[in-house]
């Protein structure tokens, strides 16, 4: 791979990182905002509560009224999406890029092995 090319693939990278850790911002702002209103927790409880779903491990905290529980498995749904499809966003260019850079190396050796089997 060029320097040319490297520079580009980290630069969209970079660039991909950056609107996916927004976007997952902007889900936790939302959902923390969302519990302060619904389940009226603390600002702190509503971080907390809110980080805790996004990141897979589960409500920590039990929640009493049903208009929460139903805010919280939307939020639940909503910030895992966010944070998954903000991996595969930001990471997936590179790893394609990798990927690539295996096989095309793979193929090359293959031909020279090839090239060194018919000689003999």
Request: glycine residues 8%.
């Amino acid at each position: 791979m060029t320097a040319v090319k490297r520079d580009r693939l980290t630069r969209s990278a970079v660039r991909r990182l950056a609107y996916g850790l927004l976007g997952i911002g902007a889900v936790l702002v939302i959902g923390a905002f969302g519990f302060h209103l619904v389940a009226g927790l603390s600002a702190v409880d509503s971080i907390y509560f809110e980080s805790m779903l996004a990141t897979g491990q589960g409500p920590p905290l039990t929640l009493t009224s049903d208009t929460a529980k139903l805010f919280a498995s939307l939020m639940a749904f909503i910030s895992v999406g966010s944070v998954v499809s903000t991996l595969l966003f930001a990471v997936g260019p590179v790893v394609r890029q990798i990927w690539h850079d295996s096989l095309v190396y793979v193929e090359q050796e293959a031909r020279v092995l090839e090239h060194e089997l018919e000689r003999r």
